[in-house]
């Protein structure tokens, strides 16, 4: 199987690894860290062929270092991905994916009557709220609940 | 116990404390009981109503009026000038919150008073209601007249009726209650309008017993607290109301299996869910909780903007 991905997909000597994404993620983890504007070489496989997921996506960006916050965020939408620090062709570090406390400034509050809209001087801010597999997002301002699918189904 | 309410937001019921709770329906018994018009003395407090609401803003205003304080505000966010020219409310509260020693607002946005309350500069906001959100008062006043009626906030069989899955008073009630021991719940609603799952999951955890029903009637013997609330018409068609009609608004002759100490309550305005027969009876305390709207109010102020209380055990 690494085989057949390594065909697929190029190898990188510097940057990041995500890997063993769900099918069909791919794009929103690409705009969950902005990337869609970046000027580095970017490899994406999609619908690749994985024996635990099935299917699954992938991406490679090259000379760019995901942080741990931000390996954080990419828990929220893919629990199970890997993230590897390439350095030299080399796997160098593999990133923790724990769900952070706080999401901040990356979604929109699913509720429209939620005063984060509209109001330029503020982040949205959600808590997570997480029990067994269920995880669950607290707005700071509405404190409405929204569900990880809402969430991220919506971005 | 400390004042540790001084000089805090109250924006959300959550956030307080048993102890914090249990301090302000004190005090506010204590100021029922015994007025004090020096309270707020030389304060000057802000009454900010973005969305008008008659009663919220008489009783507050009442209250701090009430303890030698002066208001200022406006009554409907509407009619401002900088409403009009499309300010947004993050600058109108740090030019409001610059003139004043507290600072009270209503606003239609839900989490408007947590946005305010950052923005502030350390004056204390309070909340009187933000959108669908919280109303932390109407639930202060509500437990204040719990405790006034009953003697007591623990073991206490307390049913909610109505819309209760909208209605911001019986989510924040049942929040409140849910930080004393031995409290027993009865939720009675439409199917459609059923208590939200991660409030009787909250009640759960916190070891709570509630049970949901479809009668008033079926539980009117056990209970010592009958809170009521509106169920919208328009959320129906027509011969599914006239069925919730006859489940879900109270009259007299439903009260006749009660106990002697059996309270109802309701965060008023009524349109028809209490009969107007049910006001005579010995159990009606609406207007009761009502007026005692501005004793409550009178005790959070007073303890978010004083230090010590005079004649409250702290």
Known sequence: MSTDNKLQVEAICHGTVID???????????????????????????????SALGSKDLIKIENVVISEDQASQLALYAPQATVNQIEDYQVVAKLPLTLPEVIQGVFRCPNSNCIAHGEPAVDSSFRVLSEADDVKLRCKYCEKVFSREIMTERH | MANTLYNKHIISIPELSRDEL??????????KARPNPTLLKNKVIASCFF??????????????????????GFPDGGNTSSGKKGETLADSVRVISSYVDGFVMRHPKEGAARLASEFSEGVPVVNGGDGANQHPTQTLLDLFSIYETQGRLDNLNIAMVGDLKYGRTVHSLTQALSKFEGNRFFYIAPDALAMPEHLLDELTAAGHPYSLHSSITDVVPELDVL?????QKERFDESEYAHIKAAFILNAAMLRDAKPNMKVMHPLPRVDEITVDVDKTPHAYYFEQAENGVYAREALLALV??????????
Do not use: C, W
Not at chain 1, 28 to 39: A, E, R, V, Y
Not at chain 2, 51 to 72: D, M, N, P, Y
Not at chain 2, 306 to 312: C, K, L, R, S
């Open chain 1, 20 to 50: 063993h994404i769900p099918a069909h993620i791919g794009f929103k983890i690409l705009n969950l860290f902005q990337m869609h504007g970046s000027d580095q070489r970017i490899t994406i496989g999609l619908n690749l062929p994985s």
């Open chain 2, 22 to 31: 249990a301090l302000i329906v004190a005090t506010a018994g204590e100021l």
């Open chain 2, 51 to 72: 969305e008008a609401s008659t009663r919220t803003r008489l009783s507050f205003e009442t209250a701090i009026q009430r303890l030698g304080g002066s208001v200022i």
């Open chain 2, 227 to 231: 809170y009521m609330t509106r169920v």
């Open chain 2, 305 to 314: 903007l004083n230090e010590q209380v005079e004649g409250v055990a702290q």
